[in-house]
């Protein structure tokens, strides 16, 4: 698995994600959703530079100029529910791509006892597509695996991209397990340092879904 850590090029993706971590700001959640859509955008458009682009012709009112344009057929695959706003923000730049979605949950436990349950999956046809999956929160990695596992059922990928916004140490070898060939790449906002005995993210955010749409029973 190829790792692109976007955090190493400063850019405006690291004020975004320093409102998404900053406990002063975080609670407004309007803002929060807005910054994950904002770095799903940036991320998209990063992504963007590795699909395949042929020459087409483009009739403008005034004569014809020649672009290049991508044909590859994206399909946008996003965990529930903290995945959503970033999932807007990759379909404000792949304004064409289907989307799936699969519903998994953290059930209480900790460390390696942590179990993921999945109750819902809709996907298109994943044959020969290029499929991003996204998800904020790369933790001990369990819930990409095990959405992964659910999202396959729906056909092979020609290209898989997973997109988080922070992953931790756990998380990326969890999936360099899982994806050890090259065609898969990872990419990431930022990667700290560890996870912390109930399996979140330190320094981290805190819970992305809590902070999104409010507290669960
Ligand atoms: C969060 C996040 C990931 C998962 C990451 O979801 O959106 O899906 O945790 O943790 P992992 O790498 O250890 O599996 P959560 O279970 O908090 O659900 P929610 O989005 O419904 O709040
Ligand atoms: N899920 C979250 O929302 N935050 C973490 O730190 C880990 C998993």
């Known amino acids: 698995m190829k790792i692109v850590d976007l955090s190493r090029q400063a850019s405006a993706l690291n004020h975004f994600l320093s409102q998404l971590r900053d406990v002063n700001m975080q609670n407004d959640r309007l ?31 005034l004569g014809v100029k020649q672009a290049a344009l991508s044909g590859d057929r994206i399909v946008v695959g996003t965990v529930l529910r903290a995945g959503l706003s970033l999932h807007e923000g990759f379909l404000s730049v792949f304004d064409d791509a289907d989307s799936a979605f699969v519903a998994a949950y953290r059930e209480e436990g900790e460390g390696d006892s942590l179990k993921v349950r999945l109750e819902y999956r809709a996907a298109p046809c994943l044959d020969g597509s290029t499929f991003i999956m996204v998800d904020p929160m790369l933790a001990t990695g369990g819930s990409l695996v095990a959405a992964h596992r659910a999202f396959l059922e729906a056909g092979t990928p020609k290209h898989l991209h997973i997109c988080v916004v922070i992953a931790a140490p756990e998380g990326i070898a969890a999936l360099q397990k899982a994806f050890p060939s090259d065609d898969v790449t990872l990419w990431t906002a930022a990667i700290d340092e560890r996870l912390n005995e109930k399996a979140y993210i330190v320094p981290g955010l805190g819970d992305a879904g809590d902070l999104c749409f409010g507290e669960k029973i």
């Open 31 to 61: 803002r929060f959703r807005q910054n994950l859509k904002r770095i799903g955008r940036v991320m998209a458009y990063e992504l963007s530079k590795t699909l395949s682009y042929q020459e087409q012709a483009i009739t403008t009112p």
